[in-house]
């Protein structure tokens, strides 16, 4: 497919220079389209760019801001790459303060795709301390630059500040797409597999009003769903009642009880090349369920009777052919040990276990520590680390076990 390459064009005289970059593009074969700004249609017309893109190109010279809500997010999530070249000390200050207040510069505050900058201005401009303070600050962002050269500018001053190459920058376009080709390739590295994650508590029902839960907030499930996700994985994240938005991409289903837990996670079971059951799974619910609200009695004391939910990770276990199993630990103390004989009786391939009475471990944080405790007897401390840079680390360790 061709790859598109969405070009920002500012006001300076190296706008010039900008069509024999396109030109070569085309020839090249991207696509492309072009943004100019008010003055950059000073130096050249933008029917120019539109003939030697053979695409249109958005202007701001006419009054049309109900457009830029749609075009400049359609522009920038089409683009694989985004190149403001010449670009001006005043979009380059912009866009480091979060200013968006054109079509190009909110265009690029839309983008995700890398963003290439080729800097052209006076010499003195160019080494302005504010001017090197935006650039560093946008290198510091993942922003790319391709440096000016020295030589004879626009003014008659010699320095450097001289928009690079046509050639040079269209070999850096090339290159920029080209590695980011290959960080997609290794970074889809689930692709094809099909994920199955439980996330969240489940709720027992007492009455229609009242129920047993826990504390589990879910970000750590749909940590692990998103991550996945991200890696080219299809996902399936079945989530008891939590208040955490559904990540991109991920099929969500919600359920209430261990046991419509249990019902789904088995209808997906065979889909399914792993499962992780992050689920905080209530252990007991309340014998009966009363259809009516329990009245209080004239007694101080009141008994709830509990029963076993089934365990649906030993039933996982039980019928397993293929599936990656991996269970979860919240525990207090003796945490490898009580692991150990979970894997043994659940037939799972690791275990992740937290000390939940550990800070900045367990149910509500952003943060997490884990031991991964493998069948083989592996164990891996994890340290303190994001709940999504432990979903990474978890799907690090199922990829080694997918047959
Ligand atoms: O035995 P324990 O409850 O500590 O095991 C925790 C692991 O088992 C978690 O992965 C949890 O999701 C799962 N589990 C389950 N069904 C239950 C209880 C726990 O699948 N009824």
Known sequence: ????????????????????????????????????????????????????????????????????????????????????????????????????????????????????????????????????????????KGYLFIEPVSGMLACGDVGSGKLASPDEIVAFVEKTIEESLVKEEISQDLKGRHILVTAGPTVEAIDPFRYITNHSSGKQGYAIAESAVKRGAEVVLVSGPVQIPAPEGVKVVTVKSARDMYEVVHEYFN???????????????????????????????????????????????????????????????????????????KHLDFIVANNIAQQGAGFKGDTNIATIIEANGQITETGQMSKHALGDAILDKVKCYFK
């Open 1 to 140: 497919m061709k790859k598109h390459v969405l070009i920002g064009v500012t006001g300076g005289i190296a706008v010039y220079k900008i069509l024999d970059v396109e030109s070569k593009l085309r020839k090249l074969g991207y696509e492309m389209n072009t943004i100019m700004t008010k003055n950059a249609c000073e130096f050249v017309q933008p029917m120019a760019f539109q003939t030697i893109s053979n695409n249109y190109v958005v202007t701001d010279t006419f009054e049309r801001p109900h457009k830029w809500e749609v075009e400049h997010i359609s522009l920038a999530k089409k683009a694989d790459i985004m190149l403001i070249a010449p670009a001006t000390a005043n979009v380059i200050g912009k866009i480091a303060h979060g200013i968006a207040d054109d079509m190009l510069t909110t265009t690029v505050m839309a983008a995700k795709c890398p963003v290439v900058i080729a800097p052209a201005m006076n010499t003195a401009m160019y080494e302005n301390e504010i001017v090197q303070e935006n650039i560093a600050y946008l290198k510091s």
């Open 271 to 345: 889909w399914s090349d792993a499962v992780i059951k992050a689920a905080a799974v209530a252990d007991y619910r309340p014998r009966v369920e009363s259809q009516h609200k329990v009245k209080k009695t004239g007694l101080d004391d009141m008994t709830l009777e509990l029963v076993r939910n089934p365990d649906i990770l030993q039933s996982l276990g039980e019928i397993k052919s293929h599936q990656v199993l991996v269970g979860f630990a919240a525990e207090t103390d003796n945490v490898v040990e009580y692991a150990m004989q979970k894997i043994a009786k």
